[in-house]
């Protein structure tokens, strides 16, 4: 009992001491022990509670009973505010926590792991080890312009931002941090300059189809002609077209998880039905007559799931799966250097970074060709007007 003032960390419930003890030594004076409600003349006090977890405590040295009154008094303002955080979960770092937080999402397996490479590469060296309960706003906002010095472009720094965030406030739910610093209105998540899209001309459209190998030059007619990603180009099924009919549906797309390949619902979990103009069915059909489907057997969703077959349009040379690594190095690059979007490398030299006129600027000409023709992106799934304005860039007289 000597030389320190001891107070509890209270449970919401109990928000007082049950006793508090004046005294020397083992707490007797005259051989009796004795309670009063006052510290003593040396600024003494013992402090016990009936809590469900009493014993946790905070100890003060002699003659600091202001200090221990205000921190008796803050303590009892965080709990009447919801704002108490035990000290023990505090001690809990950001790694620590975050490696639990992933481990119980329950997200797509291919957010998981992008969520878990961003954390680990950029998050965990930088405030891994830093403890909940000691974050402040401040250390976000150095975080971030540690992001944006390293030069992280600007997006995909927003996307480690977002899962910071996120663990940050799961762990406020948790109990281990009173409040999210990022919610701070002092921070500001990393700058993002708006790129400028790149629109393709339709005759770069069919450039780089005429460039391509045959048997993947009706790739280009569905990216472009119905707006399909290329996981689900690669992985549009036979049961999917109706080539007499006037709509594709999109049911399924091929992912690529830890290395193997898997089917899978398209993005969001959505399908969806796209018009087919006539020039993209007459192209199908020119395509399925010189190469026919073949059935691909793959997990469902996730690398251990069940296997299921699908009869694909579009296959390698050797009937499998279209990689799509090998198909954007060997066939997409030569194609776009062929057309003129990228320079052709010297002999023994790879081709230039083209993210901007990847698979995906057919989606976004698809996207072009709809709006100037009137047409709501979103809403479009079985419009004549829409079918139309395809025709009217891959006209069936236009195909090879």
């Known amino acids: 009992m000597t030389g320190t003032t001891t107070l509890p960390c209270f449970h919401p419930v109990y928000l007082r001491p049950t006793r508090i003890w004046s005294g020397r030594g083992s707490g007797r004076q005259g051989g009796a ?16 509670l009936p809590a469900p977890k009493a014993g946790r405590s905070r100890s003060f040295p002699d003659r600091q009973k202001r200090k221990a009154e205000e921190w008796l008094a803050e303590t009892a303002a ?27 999402q329950t997200t797509d397996l291919n957010t998981r792991i992008g969520t878990e490479t961003r954390l680990r590469l950029h998050a965990f060296p930088r ?5 909940l309960g000691s974050f402040r706003p401040v250390h976000v906002r150095e975080f971030v312009r540690d992001l944006e010095n390293d030069s992280i472009g600007g997006s995909y720094a927003r996307n480690i931002y977002a ?25 500001r998540p990393p700058a993002v300059s708006a790129a ?49 009919g006037d709509t594709l549906r999109v049911t399924t797309q091929i992912k690529l998880i830890r290395g193997v390949s898997v089917f899978a619902p398209p993005k969001g979990n959505k399908e969806r039905d796209v ?50 690594s090998n198909f954007n190095i060997q066939e997409w690059k030569p194609a776009l250097a062929a057309a003129g979007l990228i320079p052709t490398p010297e002999p023994g030299k790879p081709y230039a970074s083209a993210r901007q006129h990847g698979v995906h600027a057919l989606r976004h000409f698809y996207a072009s060709v709809l709006l100037d023709a009137g047409e709501s992106i979103k809403a479009v799934s079985s419009s004549e007007r829409a079918r139309r304005a395809l025709d009217g860039v891959f006209d069936s007289a236009q195909e090879p």
């Not at 965080?78 to 119980?104: C, H, L, N």
């Not at 020119?286 to 349009?313: A, F, M, Q």
């Open 275 to 324: 018009p087919l103009p006539s020039s993209v069915a007459s192209a199908l059909r020119r395509h399925t007559t010189s190469h026919p489907p073949v059935g691909i057997k793959l997990p469902w969703i996730k690398p251990d799931g069940p296997l299921t077959e699908r009869r694909l349009i579009f296959t390698n040379t050797a009937d499998g799966i279209v990689w799509r």
């Open 33 to 48: 022990r004795h309670c009063t409600n006052d510290l003593d003349a040396l600024g003494r006090v013992c402090s016990t």
């Open 127 to 131: 405030i891994g080890a830093r403890p």
């Open 163 to 187: 899962n910071v965030r996120a663990v940050l406030s799961a762990a406020v739910d948790d109990g281990h941090l009173a409040r999210n610093p990022c919610s701070a209105a002092s921070v």
């Open 78 to 104: 965080d709990m009447s505010r919801g704002e108490y955080v035990d000290p023990k979960a505090a001690r809990t770092t950001f790694q620590q926590y975050a490696e639990r937080w992933i481990a119980g």
């Open 196 to 244: 400028r899209v790149m629109l393709w001309l339709p005759s770069q459209v069919h450039a780089v189809r005429d460039a391509l190998p045959d048997r993947y030059q009706a790739m280009v007619a569905v990216g472009g002609g119905c707006g399909l990603r290329q996981g689900e180009i690669i992985g549009l099924a036979e049961d999917a077209v109706q080539l007499d």
